[in-house]
C-alpha cells in the first residue's frame, strides 16, 4: 500500500484547518432585554415588542451621539466579543419610510469610534450610500463603488455579513443569501468589535447571529 509523504500530510491538514467550520459565538433574540450590547446614545434605543416578538429599535432619527468624523451616528456593539473571520446574521426591519434614505449599518472591524468598517444598506447608492465603508481616522470612504439599490419595504429583511481577514474579502447579503448585494476586498483591519444600527434613520433589528473561526 502506497504511504503518503509528509508534505503531503501537512497540505491536508492545512486544507482541512483552512474549511474548519464556524462557532457559533453570540446570538441574540432581545427576550431578555439589551444588556448585552454597547449602545451609544441609549436614549434613542429600546426594547419593544409590537408584534409579540421582542426586538430592538431605533426610535428617533437624531442621535445624541457625535462621532469624531463624518460616520453613523447609531451604534450598538456587541459587549466583550472581538472576532476576526467572521459571519454576521440577523433580521431587520425599517419602521420609518425616509424613501430613499432608508439604511442600517453593519459595524465590523471596530477598533476605536475613529477606526472601524461599516456596511451602509442605503436605498439608493452614492458615494456615500449604499457601500462598504471604512473609517481611518477621518470622514468616512466607499470601498465599493455599489449601484445596486436596497430593496427596503416595510416589512422584515434578511441581511447576512462575512468577513475573511486573510484573504479580505467582505460581502454582504441583503434578502439574497446566496448573491451578494456587494463585496469587496480589503485589509486596512483586522480582528475587532461588531454591532449593529443606522446612520441616521429607525429600524428594528432581532434574531442576531455570529459566528467566527
Not at 112 to 121: G, K, N
Not at 142 to 161: A, I, M, Q
Not at 167 to 175: N, W
Not at 177 to 202: C, E, K, L, W
Amino acid at each position: 500500500m502506497r504511504t503518503l509523504g509528509l508534505s503531503v500530510v501537512l497540505a491536508f491538514a492545512a486544507a482541512a484547518s483552512a474549511v474548519e467550520p464556524a462557532e457559533l459565538v453570540f446570538e441574540d433574540g432581545f427576550e431578555q432585554g439589551f444588556e448585552r450590547w454597547d449602545v451609544f446614545a441609549p436614549e434613542t434605543w429600546a426594547v419593544s415588542a409590537a408584534d409579540g416578538d421582542p426586538a430592538v429599535e431605533i426610535t428617533a432619527r437624531k442621535s445624541a451621539y457625535t462621532p469624531p468624523h463624518r460616520s453613523p451616528g447609531h451604534v450598538a456593539l456587541v459587549k466583550d466579543l472581538v472576532v476576526g473571520d467572521v459571519e454576521i446574521t440577523f433580521r431587520v426591519r425599517s419602521t420609518k419610510d425616509t424613501g430613499k434614505h432608508r439604511d442600517c449599518c453593519i459595524f465590523f472591524g471596530w477598533q476605536d469610534p475613529a477606526h472601524f468598517y461599516y456596511v451602509h444598506l442605503g436605498a439608493r447608492p452614492d458615494p456615500n450610500s449604499g457601500q462598504v465603508m471604512v473609517v481611518d481616522g477621518a470622514p468616512r470612504r466607499p470601498l465599493t463603488t455599489n449601484e445596486k439599490e436596497t430593496p427596503w419595504t416595510d416589512g422584515w429583511h434578511k441581511v447576512r455579513l462575512t468577513r475573511d481577514v486573510a484573504s479580505g474579502e467582505i460581502a454582504v447579503y441583503f434578502d439574497d443569501m446566496d448573491t451578494p448585494h456587494m463585496s469587496v476586498v480589503d485589509h486596512t483591519y483586522g480582528s475587532g468589535r461588531v454591532g449593529i444600527g443606522s446612520f441616521d434613520d429607525m429600524n428594528a433589528f432581532d434574531d442576531v447571529r455570529i459566528s467566527s473561526r
